[in-house]
């Protein structure tokens, strides 16, 4: 009696040393049985639909979280956002004797919640930030349009503030970048924002010294005051 037993081709291969392009190339081919084919799952390795829902929800939550912590960021709600605007016509003023600088500072909130504004400025080498009890000083920043502290800068406003400045040593006013420092109430304490001022065009003199172009503002309003031109 002959029995019929279904078989099923699952690999199929060419026997190396075979002569490529012969049509009569050696293959072999390996057979298994029906009942060992149907104990193999067709869906073996793929994800279960409780498993494809967790996936999918735990990328759902990944995205929420992302927009959630950059809204946050923009916002200003937990870090105050604050920046030089550099689109804002500036003046400033120069001092000889004593020799004091003051500058004028457009701070603008570029986050979307009001940010309370106390205090600017700070000490740093050859330079002694001008407080309330310099008259001197306090006289000369109050020819600018600087804002009264402390005060509330709304989302998207812009206002002027006044720095000034006593030069104690004209030698050592940094040539490097000198931000200015502005400080914002938070309900868990200060947060200090340092302004980037952009490069002011240097003096004749100083320009001929250094052959530089533009230098760093706090050191060409100090070249002035330490090196006044005749007639200054």
Known sequence: ML?????HCYIVHAERGSVRGSQGADMKQQWVGDDVWQELDPQAGALTR????RAVAASATAAVILVAGFAIDRSGFVWARAAYDPDSALESTVAVNPAII??????TNTGWTTIHVTGIGQDGPGLRLVRPGDTVGMKQV???RGTPLPFDLHPGQTVILAIGYRITDCDAVPAGPFPIAVRIDRPW?????????????????MAKISGLDSVEWQKAAADQACHPQPGQ
């Open 3 to 7: 029995v019929n037993v279904a078989r």
């Open 50 to 53: 409780g498993q494809r829902r």
């Open 189 to 205: 304490g200060t947060q200090t924002i340092d302004l980037a001022v952009p490069q002011q065009s240097p003096t004749a003199s």
């Open 102 to 107: 003051a500058q004028e500072v457009p701070v």
């Open 142 to 144: 109050s020819e600018l």
